[in-house]
């Protein structure tokens, strides 16, 4: 393994603690969490009986941007050369790996966009994951990029998300990963029996990436701390906000956590 995919040496007396303190603080804050959920039902009901009557002039502009949204995705899907230039590009940054966080789009009116977010378990805003930097993917991304930021991940920003924003999916529960035994139960029989194990694949995009990202739970972010800087519905290239950023997103990522 070359020194730019080299993970540092396990800690686990230092994985054991910070597991051990998130544990702590999942418990204690609780009772916070439950309050939150109830306020935010009341809340749902109380915008319920005020908006449930709906203007026609809603229906049409529904309607406009679903069809806004179709035209663009044919006619990215038309350019003879974007599958081409994926592969390329993702050949030229010699990166494998990608983190993406779905920042825009509260309401998509498009199928074709709702499809492809439902099939990168990016069903809400804030919802990040990460993906292998393959064509295909580009493709996907090039499609649904006005909702999506993007880019290469360091190991660094993959270790603050498994600690701090990090579930998984066992026995059909999203539960909190706060010990090694619960990665050791469900990903031993692949070799991976801790969460430097999970840090490790992911980083290099291993034999075992699949799994590992199924077992994990997407990751659920909270919006910038200082906010968006600039326009979230202009690309980044374009000195905006969303698109591909790729080592920027690290900063973002941090900012978001």
């Known amino acids: 393994m070359s020194d730019k995919y080299a993970v540092p040496n396990k800690l686990p007396g230092k ?8 544990k702590r603080r999942i418990q204690q804050d609780q009772s916070v969490v439950q309050q939150k959920r109830q306020n935010r039902l009341n809340r749902v009901k109380k915008l319920k009986a005020h908006h449930s009557f709906k203007r026609a002039e809603s229906f049409v502009m529904d309607y406009l941007k679903a069809e806004r949204t179709s035209k663009r995705i044919k006619q990215t899907l038309l350019r003879t050369n974007v599958t081409k230039q994926s592969a ?3 050949e030229k940054t010699n990166q494998k790996l990608l983190l993406v966080m779905r920042h825009a789009g509260k309401k998509i009116h498009d199928e074709t966009t709702l499809k492809i977010f ?3 378990r990016m069903s809400q805003r804030h919802n990040a994951v990460f993906l292998e930097n393959t ?3 580009q493709l996907l991304l090039r499609v649904i990029e006005p909702f999506v930021v993007y880019g290469f991940p360091t190991i660094s920003t993959i270790r603050d998300l498994l600690f701090k924003k990090g579930f998984a999916l066992v026995n059909g529960k999203k539960e909190a990963i706060q010990s090694n035994t619960m990665v050791e139960e469900q990903l031993g029989e692949k070799g991976v029996i801790c969460l430097e ?3 490790h694949e992911i980083f290099t995009v291993g ?5 590992v990202t ?4 997407t990751f659920k972010l909270s919006s910038p701390r200082d906010g968006w800087k600039k326009k979230v519905s202009v ?3 374009r000195g905006g906000e969303y698109g591909n950023r790729e080592n920027g997103i690290n900063d973002l990522i941090a900012r978001c956590i």
């Open 135 to 137: 064509k295909e993917n």
């Open 197 to 199: 194990d999970i840090i």
């Open 88 to 90: 390329d590009a993702a």
């Open 235 to 237: 690309s980044f290239k």
């Open 207 to 211: 034999p075992n990436f699949e799994a």
């Open 214 to 217: 199924k077992f994990l739970c």
């Open 15 to 22: 994985t054991v603690s910070v597991l051990k303190h998130r």
């Open 118 to 120: 439902k099939t990168l």
